[in-house]
């Protein structure tokens, strides 16, 4: 017979509930701010117009925007978790289910946030037409692009150990944002496009579970002792009157 004892409640994912409505609700900000009002679509269309008189240069094919849409960059992430995260499991003793279910979780991210993306863009939200001389006029936030870029970002961030998480979010972090100055100097999308696409991940990235910190269930095993070890009060009051 065991005495489990029910550890308490972790607060990190109430704090992450409520960081994720916090850039919800700064991704609604921006779509109104910069779609919906005059002022801001023409300072968006002013910053898309001076991104694309960017110069083309020739940069390494990692950085260019078709490898968005390449097949071995998904393959590639996916990998990458995989053996990070079994790395985790082998240094540590974990369970098997939840490492499975984190696993699961971390590689289907980026094509669900891609996919959300495009159903918000082409679906849900709809752009109005406040100035004659944009001759954009179809609605183009969020970028899926954008989105596809900052999910592989976050992935790949909780997939690494934490003491390189600082090294990674900086090369990842950076990667992205080139890929993403690269869609507004193609003119393939508005700076705000962009921003909303980075604040809806990273709104979802923060509701991942983290495959390096220890479950709920592998604490609790640690709190739990059996009744037999302790001795009973019938044992203490014999000791007693012996």
Known sequence: MTATVAAPRPKSLSRAAVVAVALLLSAAGVFLAAVWTPTGQRI???????????????????????VV?????????????????????????SDARRTLTVTAALIIFPPVAVLCARVLRDHVLTRP?????????????????????????????????????VLTTIVVGGWAAIIGLELIAAGWHRPSDVLISVLLVAAAGVLLPDPWRPSVRSHRTGQ??????????????????S
């Not at 989105?147 to 997939?159: E, F, G, I, T, Y």
């Open 224 to 241: 739990t002792t059996r009744s037999s070890d302790r001795p009973s009060d019938n044992r203490e009051m014999l000791s007693a009157m």
């Open 44 to 66: 968006d269309q002013w910053l898309l117009e001076l991104g694309r008189q960017v110069p083309a240069t020739d940069i390494p094919p990692i950085l260019r925007i078709d």
């Open 129 to 165: 037409q406040l100035h004659d001389w944009i001759a954009e006029t179809a609605n183009s936030a969020p970028s899926g692009h954008a989105a596809a870029v900052a999910a592989v970002a976050v992935v790949l961030v909780l997939a690494t150990p934490p003491r390189l998480r």
């Open 69 to 93: 849409s390449s097949p071995l960059l998904w393959l590639a992430v996916a990998a990458v978790v995989v053996v990070l995260i079994q790395l985790r499991r082998f240094r540590a003793r």
